[in-house]
């Protein structure tokens, strides 16, 4: 193997530990935080199923971010639609052609969508990058951080489009690389500057993401306004340190 | 009138303002001093070690929240709150804006508390990630511009992640107890409640006196004795409301519409001296157990009048407090008549017994007004009424149309689920906050005028204490008078026919079954 092809193999191990292993950490974390009063955003689902739905709602669609402002929504749910569809068209380097999903993920439209969402993306981030500088609200609540990640992202897809579409890789060694490092096989990658670039960008989000506002992908799933049934007078709910200040009580 | 710039009324009301930076920077209530601190547990002043404390409360607090732990961590500044707020649609100062509010909190949170933050502060730029150190200029910010949230949860509707801004002000706010810096207006009546058994101060004869009064009243106007019964051992309801209802207008008239329903109802029910607050303003400083201890005084009450059921007065923070929490914090209620709600709305009770046919009303006393309705905060997005979401906007609405023939909305983004708080809520109702009070008005008092000049609208119905005093104060300065503002139970008061009233035989009454 090639000393970058080492150094890729490396970092990509790396990032996908602290990948799982933060996000895991932050999710358990969130789920051992306690909830000790019911404050769903009322009105609000009265049962386990209602609560389902509003969450799909809010995580598929942006419901909230709807009713709020049009734009960011346009804007936001482009940029994640089109992530949705990279994800898909992704999977085909880390699967098997053997593989049950093969079929699924190996078609004309995922692959279709998958490269095309690519504009979608750009134009979403775009949107949401000019909204920051140019709404003296969002500048306003707008840290470097916040510019930077968009910037990242944007790099990300637009390292991909560029090979996607105007300098092809050699997809063939790029599929054995990604192979390889889920197999635990690792093997050469192709050494040209956009994919290195692609990789390197995304190892780097792989990392920040559970240190960062990324963090809102998890976290939305345990926002108690949004996650509660509304049904505090029909069930007793009680948070165990609150318990323990019943003790003064018959 | 004002020593301030009263904001001027446009037709548009979804205009958004532009940012005037510190234009609230000088609005701030009276810090409590020891005498109302150290009967809560808090500090007298401001402690030596106040860094430390702030850092570690801030850690210990985010591990007992769930909502504190997740809502500093998620918000990815999106902007999507940043034009719902009242305060800032009526003050334009951008620390107004809901994230950036919390942001004052986040900023040390992740200074102290986040990897990100940490090495950022090493490498000597925590602001690229929105970090801050801990100052005491960071502090005096938190002291004003957590004291200009009223918790009235509107930007939590329109979050894509449910942040509500209100969980970060009230822990805010209990931080800063701890450290000597509590807020005098709440804490003040937080002790008086916990003392006495209302936030008024009104003690048992006082409030004994008050009810004969109103009985008096009552008999006097529709020749019935309709009885306001306290501390009657063995009644069958246990009616928690506001005090103030106990004396101020138009709450009080709220109270004689409760009475006279009770009557046609004919249910026995008492006041109690000991838990005569329905408010608990241990919510508004974000203290559990301020609002736990406050909450326990209507447990021991039901108890020791042995009642079956607990109702609630038109309360809003109260009633989210009474719906969301009471069974959280002083339940189990397994003493208590289970085929009822525990507890149960004033507006719930009503209108069951209207859907009974057991009220009968002449809608025509009321024809004099034409209503709409202000949707508190805390009720629209804190609680529910009925037994379907959205009972909350829906009963009372069908109480006061049961009541009145003349009843308009007003616009659909001001009311509902994007109400728009008074602008005293949530422990700002002082008059050391006139100018934020007045100012978060604004939108409220907007569409209210839009409905004036389209519909012909004069009155306003209100179903809590707080918006009924803010409004009767601040409307004024927008060119209302104070008694366009009407309780809910008000309107019922007027119209309902007691049916062992004496017969009026000059006027042929209108009689509507509802």
Known sequence: MSALSVFYTILFYTAATIFVVGLAYRISDYARTPAPLKIPTTPAPTTQAGVVFRLFTEVALFNSLFKATKWTWLFGWMFHLSLLLAFFRHLRYVLSPDSVFWPIINNWLVLFAGQYGGFLMLIGLAGLFGRRIFVDRVRYISAPSDYAMLILIFAIAATGMLMSFVNHTDIVQLKAFAFGLVTFNPQNLPEDILVLTHLALVASLMIIFPISKLLHAPGIFFSPTRNQVDNPREQRHIADWAKELEADRK | MADFEVPVITNDYTVVPKLKIGTMAHSQPFIAKLEFQEPLGYPGELIDNWKEVVIDKLKEMSGKYRSLKVFLDSCIKCGACTDKCHYFLGTQDPKNMPVARQDLLRQVYRYYHTFAGRLFAKLGIPGFVGAKELTKEVIDDWYIYFHQCSQCRRCSVFCPIGIDTAEISMAAREILAQIGVGQKYCNQIIEKAGRIGNNLGLPEPALRDTLEGLEEEIEEDDGVAVKLPLDVKGADILLVTPSADFFAEPHVDGLMGYAKVFHEAGVSWTVSSYASEAANFGMFIGSYENMRTLSLRVRKAAIDLGVKRIVF?????????????????????????????????????????????????????????????????????????????????????????????????????????????????????????????????????????????????????????????????????????????????????????????????DETNETDAA
């Not at chain 2, 208590?336 to 009770?349: A, S, V």
């Not at chain 2, 601040?474 to 060119?479: C, K, Q, R, S």
């Open chain 2, 313 to 505: 007065g038109e309360c809003g923070h109260a009633w989210r407090v009474a719906y969301s929490f009471l069974n959280t914090l002083a339940g189990p209620f397994d003493f208590l008549d289970q085929n009822y709600p525990i507890p149960q709305h004033i507006c719930e009770f009503t209108y069951d017994m209207i859907e009974k046919g057991e009220l009968k009303f002449d809608k025509s006393k009321n024809d004099d007004m034409t209503l709409t309705f202000h949707d508190s905060c805390n009720v629209a997005r804190g609680s529910r009424m009925g037994d379907k979401p959205g009972g909350q906007f829906k009963i009372p609405r069908a109480v006061i149309k049961a009541a009145c023939n003349n009843y308009v909305d007003m616009p659909s983004d001001t009311i509902g689920e994007s109400t728009f708080c008074c602008g005293g809520g949530g422990g700002l109702l002082t008059d050391d906050l006139m100018e934020l009070r007045v100012k978060g008005a604004l939108p409220r008092a907007t569409a209210l005028t839009h409905v004036t000049k389209e519909y012909g609208v004069t009155h306003m119905a209100a179903i809590c204490a707080i918006c009924k005093s803010q409004f009767t104060k601040v409307l004024p300065y927008y060119g209302f008078t104070m008694d366009q503002i009407v309780s809910v139970h008000q309107l019922v008061s007027s119209a309902i026919i007691l049916s062992d009233a004496p017969k009026d035989d």
